[in-house]
């Protein structure tokens, strides 16, 4: 009994030392990555009694309380709206997303019903709802990249154009009539075309099928007679809006957005209007959401700003645009009424703080369709024998804040860890951890965009006291040297949104390694950072974004990387750190391997990746010095940036566990109307 008290007199003391903040991110994680309702329920009501002075984190927790009780369907969720509105007037943002919710506990006729119509590993949100909201377009990756069609009231595929893994589908529409569908695919040479396939599966054709730009479907126009695509030219690196025949293929070229990649929306009921959003530029708020004449006669911008303001979509009366924007502080739902391709009055928020979410457009009936992309990440360790490359079973680094840590690397002395936790790529906070007792530390570093850092991992410097980090600030690349005691910080390195993101530090700290995409080129670069002086290492023509996998060897004289090739995919190779030519170690398919893997063994005689094996990533050893690649039991639903320990006795990873879903809103604006 003694010990039993103990025990829970330990498990008390452990829960009453979270802080207000971190039962808030442990709900979020709870409500949007593993869809545990009742416990964020549990947590959000902890946050928000224990905000105390924080009253926008206690009117955030609350309306997230009402969020899970909507979503449960309970006529609780309107108390907690009411009290948001009663008890925390002073937070306006809150109160306003409160007031837009206010209908959500109704009925189909009179408030909005929400309801989960998809999810599961095999939920795809690349396609857009049919015209009658039945059917979903999306990709198979269980047969292999296959195109199909879900039949989301019978919950049945059907796959219409297979796929293998090296040919695969991409996005896809539904034409106006339902009865076909235009889609991307990608060939096993690396290029994209546009085709049409019936909602039979038959009567295939290529529309689009130029290797030097690559068309990416966006939306069918009313009367069947155009399809909006995004031109992306390789060689000069520009964005445009065409629109395509559906009958022969021809291209009329609309708007060029430069080198900023569109958004669009769809077009108008009317057919005269697009509308699309671009992101904004460094020096201005330039970009934003716009509308232009299909005739190109003229355009007009609809919201501008120092927000990001994206994905917009035409409500089916044309009387309102929607779009995801970030103006109040989180991510929302937001609308704008427009007359004749003119905006009028200024924009209301419809839904707030629905975290990563996928605007997927409007059925005829006027239902909403959005998809959340929830993606559990978790940083595991397993140990590694580096001469018989034998391992034990993976476990987690840590117990805290389940599904939302990611991206770590290895103090050089090994006994400490970095790695980044959050729900949100906009959240996201730097954490250090004793690998010898547990304890941890948050630093205090706020990242504007920690997907690179969280994807890829920190860099430690040889130091042991400072982190080298990446961020996103404005599309620029902004590369950080962060003290882990002070949290104090430094930009060490910054540039264009062209430079892969992923960097990599010498053993010795003075030089940085990185690749940037210029056109069709891939350029391996040297960075002196005590001189700022760069040099180009090797250079290549390759489709992918940059040198994936890069890695540098403990000794410090060889970097290991992958590119995408036209055959037959993606080769790994090594290269001096002084240059020359490289040595190519495997080739293989989009898939093995895969681009967000690579690590040497401290010994420097492997490189280890990660491979599709059936359903599950493995990690697999290729020998610095050529032959057969050897297998690890290490195994996972996905592995992302391999990282092994400075003793060389150990490997850890994030392992991911996506868990996408998609939702449909019936009386999506009832709630605004109701809080007006």
């Known amino acids: 009994m003694k010990r039993i008290a103990l025990y829970l007199m330990i498990v008390l003391a452990a829960a ?64 907690q709206y009411d009290r948001v509105i009663r008890d925390y007037a002073d937070q306006k943002d809150a109160v306003a997303a409160a007031r837009a919710r206010i209908g959500g506990t109704g009925t189909q006729e009179t408030g909005t019903v929400l309801r989960k119509v998809w999810g599961g590993d095999n939920a795809d949100l690349r396609g857009r709802p049919s015209p009658d909201g039945r059917f979903l377009p999306f990709v198979d990756w269980t047969s292999g990249g296959s195109l199909a069609v879900r039949d989301l009231s019978a919950a049945e595929n059907r796959v219409l154009a297979p796929g293998n ?4 589908a991409g996005a896809a529409i539904f034409s106006p009539g339902g009865k076909q569908i235009a889609y991307n695919w990608y060939d096993d040479k690396g290029g994209q075309s546009l085709r049409l396939i019936g909602t039979d599966g038959a009567r295939m054709r290529v529309l689009m099928n130029d290797v030097g730009k690559a068309p990416n479907v966006y939306a069918w126009s009313p009367d069947g007679k155009q399809i909006a695509v995004n031109l992306f030219d390789y060689g000069d690196k520009t964005n445009l809006i065409g629109l395509v025949s559906p009958q022969d293929g021809s291209l009329r070229r ?7 990649s569109p958004e669009i929306g769809g077009f108008s009921p009317d057919g005269r209007y697009l509308v699309y959003s671009v992101p904004n530029t460094l020096q201005t708020a330039d970009g934003g959401i716009f509308v232009i004449a299909t005739d190109g006669s003229r355009e007009t911008p609809v919201v501008q700003g120092k927000s990001i303001d994206s994905s917009p979509v035409w409500t089916p009366d044309g009387r309102t645009i929607v779009f995801s ?90 006994k400490w860890v970095a ?68 949290g104090q910080e430094r930009v060490v390195f910054e540039g264009p949104y062209e430079i892969w993101p992923l960097v990599r530090l010498s053993p010795d700290g003075k030089a940085l390694y990185y690749s940037i995409h210029e056109k069709i080129l891939l350029h391996l670069m040297k960075r002196n950072l005590e ?4 040099a180009e290492l090797y250079s290549m023509e390759s489709p992918g974004a940059g040198f994936f996998g890069l890695s540098v060897s403990p000794d410090g004289s060889r970097l290991a990387f992958m590119a995408n090739v036209e055959t037959p995919h993606r080769v ?12 190519e170690l495997y080739r293989g398919d989009y898939e093995n391997p895969l681009p967000f893997t690579g690590a040497w063994t401290k010994d420097s005689r492997n490189v280890l990746i990660g491979a599709k094996d059936g359903s599950l990533t493995r990690l697999w050893a290729i020998p610095a010095e050529g032959g057969a690649r050897r297998k690890l039991d290490v195994t996972m639903e996905t592995i992302l940036q391999p990282a092994v320990s400075p003793d060389g006795r150990s490997v850890a990873f994030t392992g991911g566990h996506p868990k996408n879903e998609l939702w449909v809103i019936h009386n999506l604006f009832a709630e605004a109307r109701a809080g007006r």
Request: hydrophobic share 30%; glycine share 12%.
């Open 165 to 168: 893994g090296s040919t695969f």
């Open 254 to 260: 609309l708007k060029s957005t430069g080198w900023r």
């Open 531 to 534: 001189t700022g002086q760069e």
């Open 16 to 79: 009453a030392a979270e802080t207000p903040q971190e039962l808030y991110q442990k709900a979020l994680v709870k409500e949007r990555s593993e869809g545990k309702l009742d416990e964020a329920i549990q947590l959000y009501r902890r946050a928000a009694d224990s905000a105390g002075k924080d009253r926008a984190l206690a009117a955030k927790a609350l309306l997230q309380l009402g969020d899970c009780y909507e979503k449960l369907g309970s006529t609780e969720a309107r108390r």
């Open 325 to 414: 924007s970030d103006r109040s502080g989180a991510k929302g739902l937001w609308s704008i009424q427009i007359t004749d391709g003119i905006p009028k009055g200024s924009p209301e928020l419809v839904r707030g703080d629905m975290g990563e979410f996928v605007n997927m457009g409007f059925s005829r009936d006027g239902s909403y369709f959005y998809g959340m992309q929830n993606r559990q990440t978790d940083t595991y360790v397993a140990g590694l024998d580096q001469e018989t490359l034998h391992t034990t079973p993976p476990k987690r680094l840590t117990d805290r804040f389940v599904g939302s840590n990611s991206g770590i690397g290895w103090s050089p002395d090994g």
């Open 419 to 486: 790695f980044l936790r959050g729900a949100d790529r906009r959240s996201m906070t730097l954490v250090i951890r004793s690998v010898e007792t547990g304890e941890e530390r948050t630093l205090p570093t706020k990242l504007e965009d920690a997907y690179a850092a969280g994807r890829f991992g920190p860099n430690w410097f040889p130091d042991g006291r400072s982190l080298l980090v990446a961020d996103v600030i404005k599309n620029r690349r902004v590369f950080r040297r962060i003290d882990i005691e002070t």
């Open 572 to 583: 790994l190779m090594t290269l001096s750190t002084e240059g020359g030519t490289p040595r």
